[in-house]
């Protein structure tokens, strides 16, 4: 990986979090295509194993596609800093402002949410925004994953949902469990900053950690 980004001067990840046009409600009940576009369901419910399938079968024949490794991670995230002159601390301050937490409001302009209960833990239906919908984090039980690219405002250097909205598989190395990066819905910002690392069980299969797709060759 690391000799594919220097030969390459660099690497290239999904403008937006992987998804699909259609969504399901379980790990049991999938059909799904993958697809990196605006307006898409986040891809859940699939273990790291399935995610990376799932990554290198977007890829067209001449290039290799994978989930992202944590050096591309924190690559990522150094490049943000440089490029918007914020130190990370600065970034981990105002996250808030351009992504999708559990304590956000912003309006979702386009595509569709579903809300978490915060008492229950489940996800409703899936609702067409229309222009007209405020995530707003401090009404009870509005804690909303979007689709892809719901809303302008959550994006740094156009890349969509880079923290919140759904956590990201990684594919550094856990001693028993599964790293995953940059936040869901239902994480408060003050905790689950820009470049946060967090750990899932290897079994986790939920609607909130999804794929990010990044192109090696």
Known sequence: MLKSIYENNGFYIGRYETGSETYVTSANNDNR????KQGAYPYGYITLEQAQTIAESIGAEDCITSLMFGIQFDLVDKFIEESSGKSKSELQADCISWGNYANSIFWIKKGSYAIQNSDTMELGPWTKANNQFKKDGYQENIWAICTTGATERNKI??????????????????????VVRNAASNNNSSVFKFGYRNN????YTEYDVVPRVCILK
Not at 33 to 36: G, H, L, Q
């Open 33 to 36: 295509t993958p697809v990196i």
């Open 157 to 178: 250097l156009n890349i969509y949902d880079w923290v919140g909205n759904a956590w990201e598989f990684s594919l550094e190395k856990g001693k028993n469990d599964v």
């Open 200 to 203: 899932v069980s290897k079994t």
